[in-house]
């Protein structure tokens, strides 16, 4: 008896689903980093931010044009420094948040709600007795 087409397709049919399924499951590096891991952010968001700056310490602060500057200090290490004499923060640590979005890894025991995106940087820091807060742009 003379196998049928679709008797000579089932094994290929199957193989091919197989290989599919396979290539699905893969995923990329960065989805497979566990929580709360530090990332390298991208050189382009590395740079100034203009914007609203505001500032509760020892002195308060507030400016509608305000600035930021992101420097990497380290490995996965970075600093925000500020325009009008509003003190810097130091050692931050980024996670992926979704493509091109980065949040900060809090290590320091500080309430820190900080993130960056392409364009623009939002910063909600409270440590100590310190607050800071800007919204800005490139």
């Known amino acids: 008896m003379k196998p049928s087409f679709f ?3 089932a094994p290929k049919a199957i193989l091919l689903a197989f290989v599919l399924t396979a290539a699905s499951c893969g995923s990329k590096k960065e989805e497979n980093a566990p929580a709360n ?3 390298e952010l991208p050189a382009a968001v590395v740079t100034a931010y203009a914007g609203q700056l505001s500032y509760t310490g020892s002195s308060i602060i507030g400016t509608s044009n305000g600035t ?3 420097s990497k200090t380290g490995d ?3 600093s925000i420094t500020f325009s009008d004499q509003v003190p810097a923060i130091t050692n931050l640590k980024f996670q992926s948040a979704s493509a091109g979005n980065y949040a900060t890894v809090s290590s320091d025991g500080s309430t820190a709600g900080m993130t960056l995106t392409s364009s623009a940087l939002s910063v909600g820091v409270t440590k100590g007795s310190e607050t800071w807060g800007f ?3 490139k």
């Open 135 to 137: 919204s800005g742009t």
């Open 76 to 78: 996965k290490t970075y």
């Open 68 to 70: 930021a500057t992101i």
């Open 37 to 39: 891991s530090a990332v």
């Open 7 to 9: 008797s000579n397709l």
